[in-house]
Every structure is written in C-alpha cells, then in structure tokens.
C-alpha cells in the first residue's frame, strides 16, 4: 500500500514539475517562475519598430517600420502561426513608422489600436492606412485617438501616455510652439515593470523634449531610452539626456542610410552622458529582458 502511495505521488510531482518546465521553456516571460518584461527593438532597416511582450504573455507593438520588413521582423521574435496582436501604438504617421502597420494590419487580427491623430494632407498611404483601422475596426478593434496623459496597467506594468496631453487633431503644435512639425506630435510613452522603465520616443525632437522636462521632470528618467528620431541631430539634447540619464540608449537606423543617422554629434553627447550605445545597423535586434530587479541586453549580432 505504501509502495502505490509513493509511486502516486511521485507521479503527481513528475506532472506537476513537467508543467512548469514546459511553461518555463515555450515562453520564459510568461512562466510563473521567471516573469519577465521583453522589449523586443527590431531591425527594420531606416525605420522604428519596437515589440513588447509582457510577462502574462500580451503583446504590444509601438510602430512598424516602412513596410512589409515588419512581418519578417515578427517572425523572428514570436510564434509565425500565432495570428492575434492585442496592442498596436502608431507614434505618428511619417512612413518609416506607420508604413508597415498597414500589412500588420491585414496579415493580424489586432485587439487596440492606439494612434496620435495628426493629418498629413494628400498622403495617400495615410488614407490606406485609415481604412485598414477602419476594416479591423468593423470586425471589433478599438481604436483609440490618444489626446491626454493616461496610464494603463498589463500584467504589472505600467504603460504610462506622457504625450500628446491635448487633442493633435485640434492642435498639433508643442504648448508654447508656433511651428507644426509631425515628429513633435509623436506619442511618447513610458513602461514601467517594478522599478525599472523604458522610454519610447518616436520621432520626438528638442521642443518636445524640452516642453516634456518642464512638466515631467524626474519622471523621465528611466534605465533604457529609445532615442528619438534615429539619432538625427534634430533631437536627444543635452539638458534631455541628463533628466532621463539612462543606462542604455537604443538607436532603430539602417545601415549606411541617407539621411546620415544617427549623426556624429548625437553619438558624443550620448557618450558623454554615460550611457551604453545600441544600435539596430550594426546588432540587429536588440532584446530588453526585464526582471523585478535587472535588465539583460542581448543582441541578434
């Protein structure tokens, strides 16, 4: 008798530890013995796509590159057969970022869609990217037009809308700008798993940056920074880069592009500010994991 209860309760242990195993080793961020935040900042070439997967498995995609490059990108970071994405977040709609959403769009049934609401006018892409939301709309997505500062909470982390804080599409200006630019309409967001945070930036130049000081201040800083704009010299100033005083600064550019990103001024000030420099040109995909406690980088190259 006693010999039948230790082989059933051996049993039940093999059961119980295979479970975990299996759960440990199909998805590492969703285990319930390693819960992790990934931040997933993907090679697209010229162009900005950043997938995050949270620890109870939801996804969320922040931009997409220029065009169909994004689905290959996918493919190397998540299961090619799974056909659902829960978040898509269109930063603004300059075609190195929102381009490829519209094949994201048409290839995944996607839960949310969260964009900025600024208008380019006779953009032809921007009027095909509309109705895609507008298809995925009629088979039940939300689309969501972010016009405040807001917070959602997936899985114990934060995703915190730090831009715009006022409707874009009645005005699409910085507080105290005269000039309409389409990069300083870019949302701007900042995620947060325990104590440690990533700031994700679009294509945000210097009068963001600065007008996002004012009235942020420490609530900026954060140990991985998505720099803005592909490292242009137009964005990541000084007085910026020592508010956030990040750890890691993360730069999405093509190799050998034309517009010269990320510019040599940019990479000094980021040396000079102490951060560890990675680059989609020349590692590829770069990997945030995220513990309670530490950030891990890998990178593809």
């Known amino acids: 008798m006693k010999k039948i209860v230790f082989i059933v309760i051996l049993g039940i242990v093999v059961l ?3 479970y975990f195993a299996w759960l440990y080793f199909s998805n590492p961020s969703t285990s319930p013995l390693n819960p992790t935040l990934k931040v997933n900042f993907l090679d697209v070439g010229q162009g900005d796509a950043t997938l995050i997967i949270f620890p109870d ?28 994405l829960d978040y898509l977040v269109v930063t603004h709609p300059d075609a190195d970022h929102y381009g490829g959403c519209i ?13 900025n609401g600024f208008a380019k006018e006779n953009s032809q892409l ?38 715009p804080d006022h409707s874009i599409v009645q005005n699409p200006r910085v507080p105290g700008e005269s000039s309409i630019e389409s990069n300083n309409t870019s949302i701007v967001m900042k995620i947060s798993y325990g104590k440690l945070s990533v700031l994700l930036t679009g294509d945000m130049e210097m009068p963001l940056e600065n007008y996002l000081i004012k009235k942020y201040g420490s609530i900026l800083n954060v140990e991985v920074l998505k720099i803005g704009h592909h ?19 993360v730069i999405s550019s093509g190799q050998n ?8 001024r940019v990479l000094k000030r980021l040396a000079r500010s102490g951060c560890q420099i990675l680059r989609t040109d020349s590692l590829g995909d770069i990997l945030a994991i995220i513990t309670l406690e530490k950030i891990t980088i890998h990178a593809q190259k």
């Open 231 to 249: 490292g242009s010299k137009s964005s990541s100033g000084e007085e910026f880069l020592g508010r956030v005083m990040p750890q890691y600064c």
């Open 16 to 18: 119980i530890s295979s």
């Open 57 to 84: 498995g939801q996804e969320m995609l922040v931009d997409c590159g220029r065009d169909a490059i994004i689905l290959a990108a996918l493919a190397r970071v998540r299961h090619w057969q799974d056909r659902t």
């Open 103 to 115: 094949d994201v769009l048409k290839q995944y049934t996607v839960k949310h869609i969260y964009f």
């Open 126 to 163: 921007l009027q095909t990217f509309h109705q895609t939301v507008l298809d995925e709309e009629n088979i039940g997505a939300d689309f969501i037009i972010v016009s405040s500062s807001k917070e959602l909470f997936i899985a114990s982390t934060s995703i915190r809308f730090l831009y």
């Open 257 to 264: 592009n034309s517009y010269g990103h990320p510019a040599l």
